[in-house]
Each structure stands twice: as C-alpha cells, then as structure tokens.
C-alpha cells in the first residue's frame, strides 16, 4: 500500500526509536517531505529490514525538504521518565529542522504541545502516513548507528546485535559484568528470576 500525506504540503512527522530498550539512548527524527515525493517500499520502520532501511536512509535525508534527528541520554530518561524523554527527542528533532512546519503529525497517541503548532497523534502512523514513516526510518537508523559505536567501547553487551533491547543474551551480560552509565537504572534491567 502507498503511504500518503495526512493534510497538507509543510508538515512534519515524527517518530521515536529505542523507547523499549535498557540502553542507550531514545531517538526522534522530524522531517518534511515534498509534495512530489513518492517511494514504494518506504512504511514503519519495524516492517522494514535492516539492509531497506539503510538503503532509504540516504534517500530520505537528499529528497527532504529538511529533517532533524535528537537523542535523549539515559540519564535524562531516568529523570524525567522514557514518555517525557520520547516526547523531548520529539520537539528536540522539531525544534532542529530548518524550516518551521505548518502542522505536526505525531506517531502514536501522546504528544505535548509545541511552538503553538498544531499536531495531530496517529496510533500506527508510521504504516499510514509519508512523513511518519520517514521519520521513523531515520529515528532507527540514526539510534542503531549510535549503538554500533557505544558497541566499540562495551562489546560485552552486544549492543551492534541487540541494540540494547532486552534480549537474553544483553541480560546475561548486565548479570555478569553489571550496568554501564549507558544503562536505564529506572527500567528493569533484570527479571527477578536473573538477579
């Protein structure tokens, strides 16, 4: 299926990638689309194997009429907790485009408010609309690109696999070499039946 605009030319989607992982950082991208743009294989990013992603990365960022990109740390997540901290990477991402966008489409059914510009969330927006879509390609490949190099420096954890989503293996190794400054110490990082 063809993705398509939500309302107008100069909106902006946005989506987050690593919401669900124990380490490392969320991740938002913004971006706005022309009006001509077109691409048959571009939908959520969850959808898409590693190899289209990478593929449409380059696309996306040369064919935008502009995009951002914003990483909230994990200790920001910690303090202000993985909704606030999405919804940050969100206005961060917003905030860096170059042009200001005329409406906001949001991914998912939380959003604050911001620069007075109107928004829209939509559950499943990333299979539904363009932008959406777009954004959560570059959100997840600008995240794993970020993953990769925390992987040069902690290869334990096998972050350029996991990603630091909570795999067996990742939790096998928060249990025998223990949690890094990139860890979320609010989330659970270990089941009870592995502490």
């Given amino acids: 299926m063809l993705l398509k605009y939500y309302q107008n030319t100069n909106e902006t989607g946005t989506d987050e990638a690593g919401r669900g992982c124990l380490a490392g950082p969320v991740t938002a991208a913004a971006i706005i689309l022309p009006e001509s743009f077109e691409n048959a294989i571009l939908t959520d990013s969850k959808l898409l194997s590693e190899h289209k ?13 502009c995009f951002g990109i914003a990483h909230i740390q994990p200790n920001v997540i910690d303090e202000i907790n993985i909704l606030n901290a999405s919804i940050l990477a969100m206005h961060n991402a917003i905030d860096s485009l170059s042009q200001i966008p005329k409406y906001i489409i949001v991914d998912g059914n939380r959003f604050k408010p911001l620069n007075d510009i ?15 879509a777009a954004a959560s390609v570059l959100a997840k490949t600008a995240r794993d690109a970020y993953m990769l190099q925390l992987h040069e420096e902690y290869p334990m954890y096998n972050w350029k696999k996991n990603k630091g989503y909570p795999t067996k293996e990742h939790r096998a190794a928060i249990r025998k070499y223990g949690p890094t400054k990139h860890h979320r110490m609010s989330f659970k990082l270990l089941p009870d039946n592995l502490l």
């Fill in 118 to 132: 109107p928004y829209s969330c939509i559950v499943k927006g990333d299979s539904k609309y363009l932008s959406i």
């Fill in 53 to 65: 992603r990478d593929l449409l990365e380059p696309l996306l960022k040369d064919e935008s009429i």
